[in-house]
């Protein structure tokens, strides 16, 4: 069914790179690698590593035999390989031998899943930059616009919106730069042989893992890791925790989008079968799904870890599927992310009219602050806890509940006159924040 | 990347029922469906249903733009119906009107959903009552075969392989039955129009829904289920326990197939490419990282459960494609499990050999209970505990030491000599156990 | 920390259940019960059975010691056993050799988890149908109280209250009845000796363990089940779906709940540190809390399932945390939500007002099949969305707009001015609905 | 019942941070630090602020009565500070009011939330650096045994025992310093207020932040974070991830300590109830038990992260829990590994004998590699294939297989008298690899 489903959840040029000629493709650029490697230290022929190199193309493997041949086998690599030795052999007979000779299935698939995260990886990086860079600059334009904060949902003190776009922009960098961090970390060659101790490859094992290294532009490790996992579930995580974070633009974008909030909405919304009327913030759904997703996925990848001895039974091929679907999944998520952050459809005055929809409960903390000098923290907040009850009971604004009372009233009325209730006046230091924001985010 | 490893982790017959076509051709069924239902309480002329039928065949569909409307407008209902509409009004413009004329789109794509996760779902029921009584036959042909019983993966006591595997038919079957229980309780009608009310269908909602029913093989729930989804997480949830105890299947194979062990393996096992010797066990393989993976995807499902009022906000979306991937998952474990159990090799001889390798401490439960009538317990545990050291340090036979221990040689002589040490005469109930398995499965 | 949180996040009938007195004393019942069956069938002297049960009692134990020895043992177990028989041999030095003479720590350990899982569970599956009956009685209470309808959190069409509250009520009473099926079903006694063969019993272990599930209201499975977890996976998915369905709930009031949209909010709500104001939706909180974190707690259940041979490696150690982990978490939300639904503050004159916030575009589709028999779907349809256009842009009311538009107002005219923008008239079949759920819960 | 398995799962130095009197101490620690930094910036006085510091003390508070007061209130720091507010009110009345005096509860509890698993987590890693360096002296002392290099647990073909532990070594210090990082990126204060804008502390807001985390010795961040939690998900994933890791090292020994390997074993093992002889691997179950519950812990943390607005209704809370389980399970399997590696007991005979079990299969690379010059790599192949399945069938050794084979023997003759069957002669760069990563380790 995924298919279908990639024009709304995915990313084209994400999925591009996983599609299965890509696979194939990045599969065979990883062994002819290997061979120009091996060439390079003299383990095989040059000419025979440019022959591999020639053959080794996606649009002459038998793709259907390919999957009939990973079943069978139990890896990709297997059939591929035969499949290329077969052409290779017509071509270019005496090159045959030389074809995988000395590495191992795992070395070619760990290898290139490693190119093609890197890949694909790069891509969802720098649209969570162009994300990020957009809600800084949104945060900017909004930064002495008020809105509602609202923890538990309800409605708590006035805020900037720009702050608020300035906490989204500055926790979407900062998972770029840690996605970002956590590819560099894995783009490390992955060649040992059966077990790791690259005997196959006689004394020349770390010189062709260098030259691999090299050809690929990766660098090479200290020792294989076939086995060891850990930086591909790194880059696991940090994906999770970008869906989570891009999940929670989707979410607070809903929220605002609902009819009655209706503070902000997608510039290009969806609509219904049934009714007419509906726009549906359909890009904070795709964030949002993306990030009840990834959690499943960022588990399973943390669940495989432990592989048995030096190749896992089970463990490692529960990894191939995941990766890249994950890796598709946050790149979709980034990519409904930045479209909506592009046209997103901002309403000032309807912030200020939901700010005013509380008889001026929101300022209670506020006015809480401005008493507390005078008779202290817990006559104060006694006091305003009252006058909101009366203001819920009556609807009456709380500045006139709390001008009527004599107690607050000579302590308050320069003040609740003035600035108290002017969400304007209420935004702290919203502004100095946002500058600390686009500042380091520029640094 | 899927496809290509479709071979290794499906099932065909699954896979078909979610590949593209089918997934469209399923939609279409259904809003083709509703027409009828409608037609049937005279909301529609006939004529217009019929017209409706013939036009809804995944032929006609431009799947291409399909995506494209998906992506714009968040679920592929909506450009479905349009395209459909488009086809109907070019054969029987009068019945264009009535395509999708009342229900929603999540009442077209939760219905098909349903109906696809039915046939899928049986699919995979039937495969695991077959792999079920597969254990169950070679639990009675091995019933009085000896094996190493292994806690904490260290031999522990002999049981019967015959009993292993029945207790792994036994749960097979037990998890057979979960899972047709669970599709056959989620087998309801989805239809409630936009929010639920029927209120587009007029009086006739419910008759309606009725008619559906009768047509799709379905029962119709009490209300709609739009946004409460415990069916479908139920369903969800009867396969990742499946998968589980698939999973189990595979890694007590892979645990008998290892070099040292090497009392059972596949009938067909994978290669490798670099390593000519290689055995490998594939399909216990495929079942393991089912096991792995599946645990995210329900729990993907369960995260999806809490909905927003009458739609959830990306929730319902992050179903979509998880729950066919994990029908799909679990699918191919079955299939795999259900081939490993058909041409299972078995060693015997193995077993047996395995089982004298301790040097008779794997007796050392058995000599205990032997000695507590005369001894008492403390006593007879601290004899044998220190019996074992013995021959853990020496390598002589626990019944040679024994019998060179004054206190123990009397008692345990005759005993010693005989059955004691004799891992057929330590089976137990393991029989008796058996046939209550195979006649508990056929009952 | 947790149990400073216990208060917030649990249901202190149910902790009670696992706090460590009651686990001791569950697993010093079960020690016992297993000699009382093996006194029955004349394995052990009646008087030693008597002895035993006389000596297991969680005050005998050093729980200090119990833990220390469960850490170098591996399990509680065997450092209960021993400090049980120490207790014995004091009082009845004879009894002594008899205290778990023939069981294994497994069958002691999960046939007492099976004991408390069955005694919370229950009170799980009782506070579950509370809280359905109580939406039930709501649902009828607000059968006629229109609300707006929505989906992908934007207003929708009008549906009743009552409606929503049904399926809540449906929801809740089917997730009752699947855990109480579940627990029926889990509910066996484990008893199968070192390995499952029961041989420490002589050839009354299927006796034993009879007379074993006499004592302690089990069932006797076929084969015992120490390496095949699936009954408990059962217990825990369905334990995970509820809490999905009660994170649903509070989902929905927290939604309601908001300052903008005030329709309902808790009876007890929460305050704030800072803010006077604050009327926190604690109850719903504590729901959506358990509804994010049973679904990883579930997913461990499944990854623990494919246990290795006889006694899983690390993998029946993952449960015995989570499993009673998952249902205090559970417990706590069923809790929260019964209290929630008992004391729930309805402002049925705020959902009315919501409805009117649109301008009339809630009816947008109901004005739509108004249209269709006279114009077509796709005319209508095309003239409604042109009429939501403008309402949008002017502000004017949908029905103004339509009565303007020479085409729409002749069809609409007798309509528009009665029911079709009157939400009362527009809850389709919503009570007879509301009636199925009623009559099929109390059936 | 987490209590009682503490002793198995814990580590007591990791647990002693997060108990009850620990928490209540670092909430209070964090009230007080706040007021000392509001003096800093003449907020309030020095001596309101030295007030509440002697006041702030876990001794003064009434738990229980801070559980219930959390249960109302929705979390622990406002029944907190009314606890603190009436210590302080009875012996400073004057500095009452200063308490928690422009501050929220999530200020309070994030920071006391990054204070304890900074604490925590530093011990994690510092057990954690302490296994990598065992395992990497084992490294050393092992590099020239040789081991069967077990694939898909087949045997594939040689390895170094050292060069096994240098990938073990080499991983858990990438681990550490993985933690360590993520820690060091988490160590910032959380102060905002009631929504984020410092509002509540006039002008000083980033002051009293700076004064606060100087006291603390906690960054300050661009911004507040209440609803952005990424970088405390991050400490949550490379605790997963050390899981895992931890997990495999457990896997791996268990598997070697198979009664059919017995390569190594725990030095301390644990017993059985039943079974004198046992000597279960305790530790690596604790590791393998951590590593399957991690994910799900993780997986929490993930789907937590799209907290709604500026504080999460439900996803907040979900975290409170789950991150110090994390830390603590975590933490009790690094103890685990640490002290299984400590007292690890190696056989190199066994091993040694297990790499003859094959009769030379696991030789099977190593030959055809050394045929490939002379006959080609397809033709060199299916000679040793033939041959394997020879010694399969026969149980001769394969290299008398080879010798035998008229095509083979003249090729081989000299080697494979030599060092071609020869384990230690078979290891290839082990050793070369074993220095990089001791010296990588060290720089």
């Given at each position: 069914m995924s298919e279908l489903l990639d024009g709304l959840f995915g990313d084209p040029a994400v999925d591009a790179v996983f599609n299965s000629t890509a696979t194939v493709a990045t599969l065979l650029d990883v062994i002819a690698a290997i061979a120009g490697a091996e060439a390079d230290v003299g383990r095989l022929p040059e000419a025979a590593a440019q022959a591999i190199r020639a053959a080794a193309r996606a649009d002459r493997i038998d793709f259907g035999a390919l999957a009939a041949g990973a079943g069978a086998s139990g890896n990709l690599a297997i059939p591929l390989v035969e499949q290329l030795t077969s052409v290779v052999a017509r071509e270019h007979p005496d090159a045959a031998q030389y074809v995988h000779q000395s590495a191992t299935s795992q070395d070619v698939l760990d290898t290139a899943a490693i190119v093609q995260v890197r890949a694909a990886g790069a891509l969802v990086v720098a649209r969570t930059e162009r994300a990020a860079e957009r809600a800084i600059a949104l945060a900017d334009r909004y930064r002495a616009v008020p809105i509602a904060g609202r923890t538990w949902l309800q409605q708590a003190t006035p805020t900037s919106f720009g702050l608020k776009l300035a906490m989204t922009g500055d926790a979407l960098g900062r998972c770029a730069r840690r996605l970002e961090a956590a590819i560099a970390r894995a783009a490390v060659v992955q060649l040992g042989g059966a077990t790791g101790t690259l005997a196959a490859f006689g004394d020349h094992g770390l010189d062709v893992a260098a030259s691999l290294g090299r050809a690929l532009g990766l660098a090479v490790p200290s020792v294989p890791w076939h086995a060891h996992r850990d930086r591909l579930a790194d880059v696991g995580a940090a994906l999770g925790i970008l869906a989570g974070t891009l999940g929670k633009v989707g979410r607070d974008v809903g929220l605002l989008a609902q009819t009655e909030v209706a503070e902000a909405h997608?510039?290009?919304?969806?609509?219904?079968?049934a009714m007419p009327q509906k726009r549906n913030p359909v890009r904070a759904a795709?964030?949002?799904?993306?990030?009840?997703?990834?959690?499943?996925?960022?588990?399973?990848l943390l669940a495989a870890l432990p592989q048995e001895h030096e190749r896992g039974l089970g463990t490692w091929p529960a990894e191939w599927e995941t990766l890249p679907a994950l890796v598709?999944?946050?790149?979709?998520?980034?990519r409904a992310v930045e479209e909506l952050l592009t046209d997103l459809v901002v309403d000032p005055e309807r912030m200020a009219a939901n700010l005013d929809r509380s008889?001026?409960?929101?300022?209670?903390?506020?006015?809480?602050?401005?008493?507390?000098?005078?008779?202290?923290?817990?006559?104060?907040?006694?006091?305003?806890?009252?006058?909101?009850?009366?203001?819920?009971?009556?609807?009456?604004?709380?500045?006139?509940?709390?001008?009527?009372?004599?107690?607050?009233?000579?302590?308050?009325?320069?003040?609740?006159?003035?600035?108290?209730?002017?969400?304007?006046q209420s935004l702290g230091l919203a502004g100095a924040m946002i500058d600390r924001v686009r500042s380091d985010h520029h640094a």
């Open positions: 997608e510039g290009s919304p969806g609509g219904s079968s795709v964030a949002i799904a993306a990030a009840v997703r990834a959690p499943g996925l960022v588990a399973t598709r999944l946050v790149g979709g998520a980034a008889a001026g409960l929101i300022y209670a903390e506020a006015v809480t602050m401005a008493l507390v000098p005078a008779i202290g923290k817990p006559r104060a907040r006694e006091l305003v806890r009252r006058a909101c009850e009366e203001t819920r009971a009556t609807g009456r604004h709380l500045r006139d509940v709390l001008l009527a009372d004599p107690v607050a009233a000579p302590l308050l009325i320069d003040r609740a006159l003035g600035d108290l209730f002017d969400a304007r």
